[in-house]
């Protein structure tokens, strides 16, 4: 079996019929059995929309579950979407692009003001823009872009206006020529992850809402952080998303907030990584945990147990009634706090509740349900145990929290026990989950049943609430996290 792939929206995209390559449908890629367990496989997504929930987002985000390397990474595709991702890392091609356009002598001063050019895998057909391309294609990494540039009619110099995504079935004749060329040579090419950068500094801003009804932290445990951070000699500050231009001004970043891919909260994390701080939640941890349709593929790539789940196409409905049955639970891939699940226990309400979901994403999970008393949640931070806990179903309800349809919640009991005295099958389950994600801090929440324990999903952002999850180790619980902060901020000046 070949080890590279590429995947199409559509197969009349795919004009090349004389190259050697395996080339698929994206339907194909995401669901075929032989795809799931084949390990080293390089894949490229050709698809035409890279916007977020659909078709072509769904293949990279279930490309990096099953362990593919892919282009364009979730990551390029979320960052290139939206200008306040992008423009940092345009800036920092400035001066290439100045070098660039000093050679480009055919462009008389005063007369042209804008012009674009496509960067085909990091080649494009101006001689003079060549070591640009291959930046920009390095910077982004998404196989067919468009860069357009303007003079800034102040100073007369040239700059990156915008860079987006272009469509195979956008190329013309001589585009196509040169895909043909840059795809031949970038596959010849050994496989190299993209550049990481840092730039270490020193201070922890806090990012929270103080308007949230349901946040990560009560305001409590966010004071028990700022004396904790003080304690170590961390200097501890209180941020809001108003408070986004002064991210340069610190070491970390600690999320506190509840977090979402279409949400300021992702953008202040990208940016802090990029400007070298060091971040919890990190943009990688957010997109891998706030999807539960990655993490699905994630755990069955894996091994991991889990309620029987399957992913669920527009056309699935009676493949998934099939291998479910009822009841039925059924989630949209970035719900939070019980919201986006919804239970199922017949035909006509699985099709009612589809319907819903499908405005809003290509994909969706059914799952097998279970009911049990509570959940277990692991905390874990730096692969290492934090905390147990155990959250009770609320009154008359099979969830957790219970929106009651009128703007209101109601919520089950918790309790807290020392990690040690947690069933270790279940600790050593969540380990294994969340050492999957990496090495933030995560909350994995598990159902026990009889002697088997089930993986329900991994969260980036787990609660940390003063009363809840700190009755067993109360001030050193703080600590702990801010020890953490503090590790990898020195390791980070250290080089």
């Known amino acids: 079996m070949s080890t590279q792939l590429l995947v199409v929206e559509t197969l009349d995209d795919w004009v090349f019929t004389d190259l050697p390559y395996d080339v698929v449908h ?18 490229i997504n050709l698809c035409r929309n890279y916007n977020y929930l659909s078709v072509a987002y769904y293949c990279s985000l279930l490309a990096e579950a099953r362990g593919h390397r892919v282009i364009p990474s979730v990551k390029s595709m979320l960052d290139l979407s939206r200008r306040s991702m992008y423009s940092l890392e345009a800036g920092n091609l400035d001066e290439q692009v100045q070098r660039a356009f000093r050679k480009r002598r055919t462009v008389a001063e005063g007369e042209v003001s804008e012009m674009r050019t496509t960067i085909l895998f990091g080649r494009c057909r101006e001689p003079e823009l060549l ?5 920009i294609f390095e910077t982004f990494h998404v196989p067919l872009l468009e860069a357009r540039f303007k003079r800034d009619s102040k100073d007369g110099k040239w700059r990156i206006g915008t860079i987006r995504p272009l469509s195979l079935a956008k190329l013309n004749a001589k585009q196509r020529e040169l895909f043909v060329e840059s795809l031949e040579g970038y596959l010849k090419r050994r496989w190299r992850s993209p550049r990481s950068r840092s730039h270490p500094r020193f201070d922890l801003a806090i990012l929270h809402n103080p308007q949230d009804p349901q946040p990560p932290s009560n305001a409590r445990a966010l004071a028990n ?7 170590i000699g961390i200097d501890v500050e209180l941020i809001e998303r108003k408070d986004y231009a002064r991210i340069a001004e610190y070491d970390g970043l600690f999320i506190r907030d509840t977090t979402s891919i279409n949400h300021y909260t992702y953008r202040f994390a990208n940016k802090a990584e990029d400007e070298g701080l060091v971040v919890i939640d990190d943009p990688q941890s957010i997109l891998r945990c706030t999807n539960k349709v990655y993490l699905a593929e994630l755990l069955r790539a894996n091994k991991l147990p889990a ?4 992913i669920v196409g527009k056309g699935d409905l009676d493949a998934a009634e099939a291998a479910i049955g009822y009841p039925m639970v059924i ?6 706090f019980s919201q986006g699940v919804f239970k199922a226990k017949s035909r006509e309400e699985f099709e009612e509740i589809a319907a819903r979901l499908f405005k809003e994403s290509e994909l969706i999970l059914a799952q097998e349900f279970l009911y049990t008393e509570y959940d277990w949640r692991i905390g874990i931070i730096n692969r290492t145990p934090l905390f147990a806990s155990q959250y009770f179903m609320s009154k008359s309800h099979w969830q957790i929290v219970n929106y009651n349809g009128k703007g209101g919640t109601e919520e089950g009991g918790f309790k807290t026990v020392p990690v040690e005295q947690a069933p270790r099958k279940v600790v050593d389950t969540a380990l294994k989950a969340a050492n999957l994600i990496g090495d933030g801090l995560y909350g994995v929440d598990m159902k026990q049943v009889g002697d088997k324990v089930y993986i329900i999903e991994v969260n980036d952002n787990p609660n940390l609430d003063a009363g809840i999850e700190d009755v ?3 001030d050193e619980l703080y600590r702990r996290i801010m020890a953490e902060f503090l590790r990898r901020m ?6």
């Open 307 to 310: 309620p029987h789940q399957v």
């Open 131 to 135: 070591d640009l391309a291959r930046q």
């Open 26 to 43: 994206a339907d194909e890629y995401l669901t075929r059995q032989s795809y799931f367990a084949q390990k080293g496989l390089q894949v």
């Open 472 to 474: 067993v180790l109360k």
């Open 225 to 231: 952080f700022a004396k904790a951070g003080k304690a």
């Open 331 to 336: 989630k949209v891939p970035d719900g939070y």
């Open 490 to 495: 020195q390791k980070r000046t250290q080089g």
